[in-house]
C-alpha cells in the first residue's frame, strides 16, 4: 500500500433557489466541512409612521 494520505475530490459549489453550498478546506484532522448560505426570501422593508390626518 502507499504511504499517501486519502485526498477528498473537490465539490463544486451547489445552487438552489435560496440555497448555496461550498465546500470547505480539510482541517487539521482531514475532516472536510461545508459551508451553507441562504438567500433572502423576502425584502424587508424599513418601518415608517403613517402620516396624520
Not at 34 to 40: F, G, P, V
Request: net charge positive; proline share 15%; charged share 25%.
Amino acid at each position: 500500500m502507499s504511504g499517501n494520505a486519502p485526498v477528498r475530490p473537490k465539490v463544486p459549489t451547489g445552487k438552489a433557489a435560496y440555497l448555496t453550498t461550498r465546500q470547505l478546506p480539510p482541517n487539521e484532522k482531514g475532516f472536510v466541512g461545508y459551508e451553507t448560505i441562504w438567500a433572502e426570501f423576502q425584502k424587508e422593508v424599513p418601518y415608517s409612521t403613517p402620516k396624520k390626518p
